[in-house]
Nanobody, 113 residues
Framework: QVRLVESGGGLVQAGGSLRLSCTVS????????MAWYRQAPGKQRELVAG???????NYADSVKGRFTISRDNAKYTVYLQMNSLKPEDTAVYYC???????WGQGTQVTVSS
């Protein structure tokens, strides 16, 4: 059984930082591209950042220069370092192996102004 478990969400003031983690089990982690998505209330889920099995990354324009995605294949974990957070970053953040349609349960990030 494949499981993706996110952690690290919380409440932070604008300008602050959070680091999200997503630990994967039940699949060969290093072979799979990973991604972080987010969904704000009343909005569609959107891609935040992705990282390939080889470590190539891509970002939504709205987070470029502020967020960094990384992975530790030995720990079966993908990270999302979020700096200079803004109220508009408030959302539930999900990690995913989109190609296989595996998703975590989500972690809430709330940024206060």
């Amino acid at each position: 059984q494949v499981r993706l478990v996110e952690s690290g969400g919380g409440l932070v003031q604008a300008g602050g930082s959070l680091r999200l983690s997503c630990t994967v089990s039940g699949i060969i982690f290093g072979r799979n591209d990973m991604a972080w998505y987010r969904q704000a209330p009343g909005k569609q889920r959107e891609l935040v950042a992705g990282i390939s099995g080889l470590g190539h990354t891509n970002y939504a324009d709205s987070v470029k220069g502020r967020f960094t995605i990384s992975r530790d294949n030995a720990k079966y974990t993908v990270y999302l370092q979020m700096n200079s957070l803004k109220p508009e970053d408030t959302a539930v953040y999900y990690c995913a192996i989109e190609a296989l349609d595996y998703w975590g349960q989500g972690t809430q990030v709330t940024v206060s102004s």
